[in-house]
């Protein structure tokens, strides 16, 4: 290999520790200012996905503010009035969840058939869950701003106290807003970027550097751009199936189950919780568990069928992206190192650590070596 041919003299471990060091201070920086970094690099990402339907609008439009104003105002028109027909559903659930929770702890008849149907352990456990006070404080919600407000202090304290800091609601947005303005503010510089970016390099280190991340951004393309596309029509799909069949929490649990998908094939995890929510599921409406919990996984089976025979072959094509197994080692990782800044940049991280190991890989194979 290309790092085998120079010999490893006193200089060369040196720089070979100095270059870990660093390496080792960088991302002990990152991990101290993640709560800082999360808006931009976030922001970031969304630029990057967005930036190639500018790119076609300015095709049609030249000015590039004109095409970024255009299209981030399609994006708000699109997310308006799919959040305007999700969150009133969402909100109906977590109602009708509430309820259910009640009856799981109050319910004598209920207590009865799940005596009767489900072993003691199974039913107890989903007591004693029913029961925990995080769970009853979400439940109790009665609007979507308080809802994501008591799911962030849970989920991400940190990242909550950095964009509220308050419960003010203004406030809370205004902090969020940040990540707006960074994604607006690359999407307009986008292409200025790569166009003069290239003059910042030393002549000797540009074609090489600009190779690289022309491998880097078709990995990108790959793992990242087709796969999000992937998870969002999947978890779409699994909504939809769970509403029908009537599962409690369906288009909540649909849509997470969709976002699992992020990691191909991870979204076998979302059998556990759905198998749970089918089990309360007959118990409320006295069918059977094996008929509930069989239903649950036709969803799955359905929805699994679709997308390797249609979803995946129509976004992905012919391109193979990481193995599912790389792309969660990747994921757990980066989340040890960085926390939820890792989980974020996990994916991006690996495709550019990818892009180079190739680079290296071509290198070898210009040089002649075995």
Same mark, same amino acid.
């Given at each position: 290999?290309? #790092?085998?041919?120079?010999?490893?003299?006193?200089?060369?471990?040196?720089?070979?520790?100095?270059?870990?060091?660093?390496?080792?201070?960088?991302?002990? #920086?990152?991990?101290?200012?993640?709560?800082?970094?999360?808006?931009?690099?976030?922001?970031?990402?969304?630029?990057?996905? #967005?930036?190639?339907?500018?790119?076609?609008?300015?095709?049609?439009?030249?000015?590039?503010?004109?095409?970024?104003?255009?299209?981030?105002?399609?994006?708000?028109?699109?997310?308006?009035?799919?959040?305007?027909?999700?969150?009133?559903?969402?909100?109906?659930?977590?109602?009708?969840?509430?309820?259910?929770?009640?009856?799981?702890?109050?319910?004598?008849?209920?207590?009865?058939?799940?005596?009767?149907?489900?072993?003691?352990?199974?039913?107890?456990?989903?007591?004693?869950?029913?029961?925990?006070?995080?769970?009853?404080?979400?439940?109790?919600?009665?609007?979507?701003?308080?809802?994501?407000?008591?799911?962030?202090?849970?989920?991400?304290?940190?990242?909550?106290?950095?964009?509220?800091?308050?419960?003010?609601?203004?406030?809370?947005?205004?902090?969020?807003?940040?990540?707006?303005?960074?994604?607006?503010?690359?999407?307009?510089?986008?292409?200025?970027?790569?166009?003069?970016?290239?003059?910042?390099?030393?002549?000797?280190?540009?074609?090489?550097?600009?190779?690289?991340?022309?491998?880097?951004?078709?990995?990108?393309?790959?793992?990242?751009?087709?796969?999000?596309?992937?998870?969002?029509?999947?978890?779409? #799909?699994?909504?939809?199936?769970?509403?029908?069949?009537?599962?409690?929490?369906?288009?909540?649990?649909?849509?997470?189950?969709?976002?699992?998908?992020?990691?191909?094939?991870?979204?076998?995890?979302?059998?556990?919780?759905?198998?749970?929510?089918? %089990?309360?599921?007959?118990?409320?409406?006295?069918?059977?568990?094996?008929?509930?919990?069989?239903?649950?996984?036709?969803?799955?089976?359905?929805?699994?069928?679709?997308?390797?025979?249609?979803?995946?072959?129509?976004?992905?094509?012919?391109?193979?992206?990481?193995?599912?197994?790389?792309?969660?080692?990747?994921?757990?990782?980066?989340?040890?190192?960085?926390?939820?800044?890792?989980? %974020?940049?996990?994916?991006?991280?690996?495709?550019?650590?990818?892009?180079?190991?190739?680079?290296?890989?071509?290198?070898?194979?210009?040089?002649?070596?075995?």
């Amino acid at each position: 290999m290309v #790092l085998n041919n120079r010999p490893y003299t006193f200089d060369r471990v040196f720089r070979l520790a100095a270059t870990g060091g660093i390496l080792y201070a960088v991302v002990s #920086l990152m991990a101290h200012l993640s709560d800082v970094l999360i808006p931009f690099v976030i922001a970031f990402l969304l630029a990057y996905l #967005l930036n190639p339907v500018v790119a076609r609008v300015q095709e049609r439009v030249p000015n590039r503010v004109a095409a970024v104003a255009l299209t981030l105002t399609a994006v708000t028109f699109i997310v308006t009035i799919v959040a305007a027909v999700t969150i009133p559903l969402m909100m109906g659930e977590l109602a009708h969840m509430a309820a259910l929770a009640r009856k799981v702890l109050s319910d004598a008849d209920l207590a009865a058939r799940a005596s009767a149907s489900l072993p003691p352990e199974i039913w107890e456990a989903i007591r004693d869950y029913a029961a925990q006070d995080n769970l009853r404080e979400l439940l109790k919600q009665r609007d979507f701003w308080s809802l994501a407000q008591a799911i962030l202090r849970k989920v991400l304290p940190s990242v909550w106290g950095l964009v509220a800091g308050t419960t003010n609601i203004l406030i809370g947005l205004v902090g969020m807003s940040v990540i707006g303005l960074y994604m607006v503010f690359m999407l307009l510089d986008f292409r200025r970027i790569k166009a003069e970016g290239k003059n910042l390099l030393p002549p000797s280190w540009r074609e090489p550097v600009l190779e690289f991340l022309r491998e880097f951004d078709a990995s990108m393309s790959r793992y990242f751009r087709a796969q999000a596309v992937v998870a969002l029509l999947v978890g779409i #799909l699994f909504a939809v199936g769970f509403s029908l069949i009537g599962l409690p929490m369906g288009i909540v649990l649909g849509l997470f189950v969709g976002a699992l998908n992020m990691v191909p094939y991870l979204q076998i995890i979302g059998t556990i919780p759905a198998g749970l929510l089918a %089990v309360v599921m007959a118990l409320e409406t006295g069918n059977g568990v094996f008929t509930a919990v069989g239903l649950v996984l036709l969803v799955f089976i359905v929805v699994q069928g679709i997308q390797d025979a249609v979803i995946v072959p129509k976004v992905m094509g012919e391109v193979t992206g990481m193995s599912p197994a790389m792309i969660l080692l990747s994921i757990s990782i980066w989340g040890k190192l960085l926390g939820f800044l890792g989980l %974020v940049i996990a994916l991006p991280a690996t495709c550019l650590a990818t892009a180079y190991y190739q680079r290296l890989i071509t290198l070898d194979k210009k040089t002649g070596n075995p």
